[in-house]
């Protein structure tokens, strides 16, 4: 199916469901859903938003700059998953936890407003990765169009590019929470560490980094091809001396560079069964 083809069944499976709600995290993928939704649907759709302590503030107001760059109308849901017990002791299963305290407070807001369906940003690469959060989509009948109209994530960004999109490349981007080994407490200061030591080597004119929380020992990935400019000894200097103080004895740089979801490397087959609420 050519490229055109697809953005025209997205089309179509917008128009289908009436009304929605998108679940938006400021992403290409979720951008451009609630995007082409509004285009599409017009005030028949709303952009909703999680924030909550493992949202970055930064990617928070660029989600918001988006929407109302495109008169997209947009709802803040504070969502408390932070509080829950299952979320904080941050298993393998702790994505399933946040998105289901998403989608209930989604479904809410559904009843609420009178909206048919929830929609969120699947698309048709996402389906062979260790998800929790599609399980927990499955479980409140949240609807993919972009996997209904067979879109990767390469196709998004071109369509994104094509309508002109400021995000089209941005880089990919996922909750803060995501960066703390399993196993260890989530809370709002080991949180806090992640973000601002983040904020801090994007200072550096580092734009793809991951700084992975393991207590004591920041683990650094950096995009490969920043990684020679990061191993200059001054670079690392800078690197060590901007995360020191946020409570980090040990600093170091992986040498795989920056790759998505690789703490899951370390999970047994067993950790990845299925969720419950």
């Known amino acids: 199916m050519s490229l055109a083809a ?19 995290s400021g992403g290409t993928d ?16 709303l952009a909703v938003i999680a924030d909550s302590p493992s949202l970055p503030r930064a990617e928070l107001a660029a989600a918001l700059a988006f929407t109302t760059q495109h008169n997209i109308p947009t709802h803040i849901l504070h969502t408390d998953e932070l509080e829950n017990p299952d979320y904080q002791r941050n298993d393998s299963h702790r994505c399933f936890y946040c998105k289901d305290e998403l989608f209930t407070q989604m479904e809410q807001t559904r009843i609420a407003r009178n909206f048919h369906h929830i929609a969120y940003g699947m698309n048709l690469d996402d389906r062979g990765d260790f998800r929790p959060g599609q399980q927990a989509a499955t479980q409140h009948h949240a609807v993919a169009p972009l ?21 089209a490349d941005k880089p990919a981007s996922a909750c803060l929470s995501s960066r703390i080994e399993y196993g260890r407490d989530v809370t709002r ?6 973000e601002q030591a983040e904020e801090a080597l994007h200072a550096l004119g580092f734009l793809q980094v991951r700084v992975r929380h393991h207590g004591d020992l920041a683990r650094i990935e950096i995009a490969r091809t920043d990684l020679p400019r990061a191993l200059s000894l001054e670079t690392l200097d800078r690197i060590t001396a901007a995360l020191k103080p946020l409570g980090f004895l040990y600093i170091t740089l992986d040498t795989q560079g920056y790759r998505s979801g690789s703490m ?14």
Not at 6 to 24: F, Q
């Open 6 to 24: 697809k953005s025209e069944l997205l089309s179509t499976t917008l128009r289908d469901l009436g009304s929605v709600l998108v679940a938006y």
């Open 30 to 45: 979720s951008a451009y859903l609630a995007y082409a939704a509004y285009q599409v649907l017009g005030d028949n759709m």
């Open 147 to 167: 996997v209904t109209a067979q879109l990767t994530k390469s196709e998004i960004r071109t369509l994104a590019r094509e309508a002109g999109l400021s995000l």
């Open 189 to 194: 200061e080991n949180l806090s560490q992640v």
């Open 264 to 277: 899951n490397d370390v999970l047994p087959a067993s950790a990845i069964q299925p969720a419950t609420r």
